[in-house]
């Protein structure tokens, strides 16, 4: 295939890892041949026994996992993702297609699945391929707690150049109420003090005192939660 290259495969200075030979390479579901896989620390390679092979970035494998489905595929085998356009299209029709599809989101993907003689080696590949993955994180993951609104320029606000809103304590408040308002704001406070939800103060905290009250009139369930009501519950952190 065209996009097979010769070079040399990396060694301990790429930080090898595992180097598995007799090693069956499919992309796409065709068969590139028998080789060698090598799984270093920067990059993933497979080489055939000419020399002729290719590499793959771990920024671009986003996905990796042991495949023991033989309805999927035969053999058991490492199944490798890539969003990338790998195989015999040319660099021109790729860019073609990429520029007619500029508004299309999907990312193009190739799946590679690397077939061991010995299929009891695929957990050995699966861990060095986790370990070497890990030194390579994703950039947007760790762009992602960075803030992305305008900065507080000090210096601009003290020269009187900054646009701050403005904030008022609640007293400061009440001077600015027009007289409508005023009387407004007392009416609503005298609904509120005459409703049920008076069992809370103004701060919104209720008292021992409000529960005694209308515990006579009202149900009231004092239970605490039962201690993992929610354990399988998704959470994200």
């Not at 999927?72 to 993702?81: C, D, N, S």
């Amino acid at each position: 295939m065209s996009f097979l290259k010769s070079f040399p495969p990396p060694g301990s200075s790429e930080g090898l890892r595992q180097q598995q030979p007799d090693t069956e390479a499919v992309l796409n579901g065709k068969g590139l041949g028998t080789g060698t896989l090598y799984i270093a620390e920067s990059r993933l390679s497979w080489l055939d026994g000419s020399g002729l092979g290719f590499s793959l970035e771990y920024p671009t494998i986003s996905l990796h996992a042991v495949s023991r489905d033989l309805n999927a595929y035969p053999r058991e085998h490492l199944y490798v993702m890539v969003n990338a356009k790998i195989g015999e299209e040319s660099k021109e029709s790729v860019a073609d297609e990429e520029e007619e599809d500029s508004d299309d989101d999907v990312e193009p993907i190739a799946e590679f699945r690397f077939v061991p003689s010995d299929k009891s080696a695929l957990e050995a590949m699966f861990t060095a391929m986790c370990e070497c993955q890990a030194l390579h994180p994703d950039p947007e993951d760790e762009d992602s707690d960075d803030y992305d609104g305008e900065e507080y320029d000090v210096e601009a606000h003290e020269q009187g150049q900054g646009d701050i809103p403005t904030f008022y304590t609640y007293e400061e408040g009440l001077s600015h109420l027009t007289a409508e308002g005023q009387a407004t704001l007392e009416r609503l406070e005298g609904m509120l003090s005459q409703s049920v939800g008076s069992q809370y103060n103004m701060a919104g905290v209720r008292t021992e005192d409000s529960i005694r009250d209308y515990e006579d009139g009202m149900e009231v369930d004092t239970t605490p939660t039962v201690a993992g009501q929610f354990e399988d519950a998704d959470v994200d952190h």
